[in-house]
């Protein structure tokens, strides 16, 4: 038998109508994934309602499984062998396939998308499950059995498998637009830019740092962040912005208490310039209610009025424990957890702000003389452009 992959995605894409631009991007994005690795697949190919993966002959299945796990809009997949459509090979090879492991209950699960095959499901089951039932006397079980064997019969195939992998649901890659998430180095960001990229988000990180006022210990994470989130996305972008002249500014002429939501304000109008240049429309930042002063309603409401594009903050109602939990599961919180100095820290009071109130915030803005500085955080920006590494983390 020849060696595939069978590859479910979720029906919420087959909802909106595009079902044909979703499952082309899902096959573009397995080829680009499974490629990267070395080898490579022979064929990404749709055929009715699933999509068939042809493995090299020296793929390695746990690379593969690694890969296909990362990626966005998978239900599940498995490992499969292409069978012959004759009940009689059928039979052989699901008995093959079934033995390589002891179980005391099986079931064979039996699904035709051509209604032109000569046998029903329900027959394909009987007579599957009577072979494999006379040669080991399992019992039968179709609720709770130890062992399935799935076969799949589509176009010339009889594809049988008996180990699901799950997919990470969400949506391709690619397939949502782009967004922009402004990345600290901190753990909530990255969890954050994650869930929009599991939504089929591409997004594109900007970082500010304080450089050289602070080490360059923040942009090396937010570099390693993109890299690791580029295995999710396919490829990361980052910008580097150099916010500490900005900051003095802010620093020299503000209240002591304010200073964060202005840091935070000029931080949205900056990376709104971004975004229109990347031809971006909403961005995305990694506030929590309440997690830390700045995040307070009242604060979250005066910063957002910094800039006209929406902000959208998937973490908004998480807990830090469920935040936690993520990262650790998609590999950012190790990363994350490395000391570095946040721009933000530097020359903030013991008692900020929790409820800034806007007219107070626009006067001392007023006062200030950015412009200049803000012109040239822009102009020297630096752009990384992170492509997927060859091996994939292991979490
Ligand atoms: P994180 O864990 O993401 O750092 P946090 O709990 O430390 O978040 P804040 O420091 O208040 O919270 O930051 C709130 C959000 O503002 C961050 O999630 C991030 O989206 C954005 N942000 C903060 N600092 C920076 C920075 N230096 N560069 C880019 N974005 C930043
Ligand atoms: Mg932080």
Redesign the pocket.
Known sequence: MERYVVVHYHEVGLKKGNRDYFENRLCANISKILSAGGAGPRTVRRISGRILIELAGDADMNDVRLRLARIGGIAYFAEAWNSGQSLEEMEQNAWDLIQRKPFASFRIDARRSQKTFPHTSVEVNQRVGAYVKERCGARVDLENAERTVWIEISEKYALMYTERTPGLGGLPTGTSGKVVV???G????PV?AWKMIKRGCRAIF????SFPYTNKE?QEKTKQLAALLAEYQLQSKLYLVPFAEVQRHIMVDTPVETRVILY?RY?MRIAEQIALKERVRVMV???SVG??A??TIENIDVISRAVQMPILRPLIGDDKVEIVDVARRIGTYDISIQPDQ???SLFVPRHPETRAYLPDIEKSEARLDVAESMKQALDSVEVHQIALLQSVSSV
Not at 206 to 209: I, K, M, S, T
């Open positions: 402004l990345l600290s901190g753990i909530d960001s954050a900007v970082h500010f740092h923040s935070r931080m930042t990694g506030d997690q830390v700045s995040q946040d721009c933000c």
